[in-house]
């Protein structure tokens, strides 16, 4: 008997170190394909950076093309310019991992040179900013924002009507609360708070007949459609400015409209976690209830609105904005829309525990893949995924949309990747001056003069290296 139960621990020893042994090897493969991905992200960032923003006050130039060397005289939109914000993010999240895994070389070397182009990218984001006033459902008031177009100098940009879009204001808010994170700089916070009360005041919170509001975010005020770009990306932020806030009695001004006669506006104080944390899920289940299609993807809009243009109305005196009733679902699905949408269901599961959000992730993660992906178009046994118009910018928010909900999700890790396969198809067969082509899976034009490339997806392949890094790290940790 004795011997029988030696050998049944000998035999659970063997097994265990087998498995330590496996779950080493497969740890440290993970931690060479980290490092890998955030020494291409810096390489590809920093050829993006010297070719973009040539000009000393961080002008970012739209195009560049690496085979003739020419810069175009169009500067980006203020999203363009996000995306090199969010790419330097990325790597500094990246560096921080590293570090924390035991790997500081890297971070030690990198960190304060990314740090210091963080903070330049953020200074000169002032280029995009204008004041104007602005009548909401709630309130008028004057408001300091950033506008579609760059401006000739700091804080003079134009900003009124359709000169400025909430998504816009969204995405600097994601990527000021990250900075906030990376750096603990409080003007990040300061300035992203700000600007989610500027999203906020946008949210439609006049009232149907059932005295319910609504809902939604215009595309910007100066819109009556409201779309998935102007909801979806402010659900993480909203769940993140919650997480900083739980626990303290901090408190915001929350303004609505009384539901008794559905006409007189009102405030009252609240704390900001549950204020942020009510807002996320105020924007996430509008958006699920009306822009859910059958096949599991999200559209890009509705639109069929009353009035058909911006109006206000006179109530007590008061000049207020009149709601948008939209009644027309149109599309078509963009990966941006959906991977949005992604993030919010992963960051709102941790944040609630609530199982259905989880669920969300997990039938969106599927549908997403199925309908978005398509095996062997190009190459086989490669995922090709639409790169038309601004889609490779838009494919990278599906990508992260994957990583964010891998931590509660194993069934994501075949679609993640599929972005990694793609990228190291393009930077080992077609890496050229330190860029990829904009179609990372056929490669350059053989005429030079048409390989311009985006800033933004320069700076977009970029950022998904980055998070992939941060992934390989992650992925070996205990899941749900």
Not at 155 to 164: D, F, H, K, P, T
Not at 196 to 215: A, I, M, P, Q, R
Not at 385 to 407: C, E, P
Request: overall charge neutral.
């Amino acid at each position: 008997m004795k011997i029988v139960y030696l050998i049944i621990v000998l035999s659970f020893l063997h097994i265990n170190l087998i498995s330590a042994e496996n779950y080493n090897q497969k740890k440290s493969r993970s931690s060479d394909i980290a490092t890998q991905n955030l020494v291409r992200a810096m390489e590809l960032t920093d050829a993006a950076v010297k070719a973009h923003f040539s000009d000393k006050r961080m002008a970012m130039a739209r195009f560049y093309n690496p085979y003739t060397k020419v810069c175009s005289k169009e500067t980006g939109s203020i999203w363009m310019y996000t995306s090199a914000i969010e790419a330097v993010n990325a790597i500094l999240h990246a560096l921080k991992i590293q570090k924390a895994s035991g790997n500081a070389a890297l971070y030690n070397a990198n960190f304060e040179r990314y740090a210091d182009l963080l903070f330049k990218l953020y200074e000169n984001a002032d280029f995009y900013l204008g004041t104007f006033e602005l009548v909401s459902y709630t309130q008028t008031n004057e408001w300091t924002v950033y506008g579609v177009n760059r401006g000739a100098s700091k804080g003079n940009a134009e900003v009124a009507g359709i000169m400025n879009v909430y998504d816009d204001q969204m995405w600097m808010v994601r990527e000021f609360i990250e900075a906030y994170k990376l750096t603990g700089k409080a003007e990040f916070l300061q300035k992203a708070e700000y600007l989610t009360e500027y999203v906020l005041d946008g949210w439609d919170c006049t009232l149907d007949s059932k005295g319910e509001e609504l809902g939604g975010i215009t595309w910007g005020p100066g819109y009556v459609s409201k779309h998935s770009c102007s909801n979806g990306p402010m659900v993480s932020p909203l769940v993140w400015l919650h997480e900083l806030y739980k626990g303290k009695d901090d408190k915001i001004t929350h303004r609505y409209i009384e539901p008794i006669d559905q006409t007189t506006r009102k405030s009252k104080q609240l704390k900001k976690s549950e204020y942020y944390l009510d807002f996320a899920q105020k924007v996430y289940h509008w958006q699920k209830k009306n822009l859910l299609r059958a096949d599991g993807v999200y559209d890009d809009m509705m639109g069929g609105c009353s009035p058909r243009n911006p109006e206000s109305e006179v109530v007590k005196g008061v000049n207020y904005r009149k709601g948008s009733n939209c009644t027309d679902r149109v599309g078509p699905a963009f990966t941006y829309n959906s991977g949005t949408m992604l993030s919010g269901a992963a960051d709102l599961f941790r944040a609630t525990d609530n199982e259905l959000y989880l669920e969300d992730a997990r039938k969106l993660s599927e549908s997403s893949f199925q309908y978005f992906a398509k095996i062997g178009k190009d190459i086989p046994g490669y995922y090709s995924y639409d790169i038309g118009g601004f889609r490779n910018w838009f494919n990278g928010v599906l990508m992260r949309g994957y990583v964010d909900v891998a931590v509660s999700c194993n069934e994501v890790d075949k679609y993640i990747n599929s972005f990694q396969k793609n990228l190291d198809y393009a930077y080992e067969n077609f890496l050229y001056e330190g860029f990829l082509p904009t179609n990372l899976l056929k490669g350059w034009e053989e005429d030079h003069d048409k390989n311009k490339t985006e800033g933004m997806f320069n700076f977009a392949f970029a950022a998904e290296y980055a998070v992939l890094s941060s992934y390989n790290l992650n992925k070996n940790q205990p899941k749900n």
